[in-house]
């Protein structure tokens, strides 16, 4: 436990050091980059909110409401890179979707919002996620725009690998119930998808000389 903390630790302290250099990159580049910075704010947003010592249901309810702003920032982030019309109607309706299915989870009883939040924010961000990242990588490919080619490659790796490592966690925990072992194989295996993630985002980083351009 104390290694994940650690890890956990370097984790929130590198997206930190990331905000402070998209925040420095984005005053003299498009508007995408300002709106990536907010998305990157948002995540540290959510790792702060991880590390305070709350109770459960305050994180919970914390946590959801910061996941639905921080995946309206990265809509709005991918509708600015898709500029098709057939891509932004489909992109419009995935996000419309999502809204209705995430703010309805929150009229459901505090015990069984509690109960399901997780899965219905892991499902609903991995069905609005994957449609935007997917159809901005195949218009990357037609196209040859590379504008956070890396970084949405990463998102895609990231989304699957966490959707199918919490479906099956919570799928094993409701046949046999939780233990600090499933617990701690399930921390670390997000924390292994944690730093696949950043580094795709470093990497898209370091691939567009943005820091040089900016000196």
Not at 31 to 36: A, P, R, S, V
Not at 97 to 115: N, R
Not at 137 to 147: A, V
Request: glycine share 2%.
């Amino acid at each position: 436990m104390f290694i994940l903390e650690t890890l956990q630790h370097i984790l929130s302290l590198s997206w930190g050091i990331l905000l402070v250099i998209y925040f420095y990159i984005s005053i003299k580049q498009p508007t995408i980059y300002k709106i990536f910075t907010v998305y990157i704010f948002m995540v540290v947003c959510l790792r702060i909110n991880q590390n305070i010592s709350w109770s459960i249901v305050e994180k919970i309810w914390l946590s959801y409401i910061l996941i639905i702003i921080q995946d309206i920032v990265l809509s709005i982030f991918y509708l600015k890179l898709l500029k098709e019309r057939e891509y932004r109607r489909i992109a419009f309706i995935v996000l419309f979707i999502f809204l209705i299915v995430m703010f309805s989870a929150m009229f459901l009883q505090s015990s069984a919002f509690i109960l399901y939040s997780m899965i219905i924010g892991v499902s609903a961000t991995f069905v609005l996620l994957i449609t935007l990242s997917m159809m901005l990588y195949y218009r990357q490919l037609q196209q040859e725009c590379k504008t956070f080619f890396y970084f949405n490659i990463g998102l895609i790796f990231y989304m699957v690998g966490i959707s199918i490592i919490t479906w099956v966690y919570l799928f094993i925990v409701s046949l046999w119930g939780e233990s600090e072992a499933k617990e701690l194989i399930y921390r670390t295996l997000l924390t292994i998808m944690d730093f696949m993630y950043i580094y795709f985002v470093v990497i898209d980083l370091v691939k567009s000389k943005l820091l040089s351009k900016n000196n």
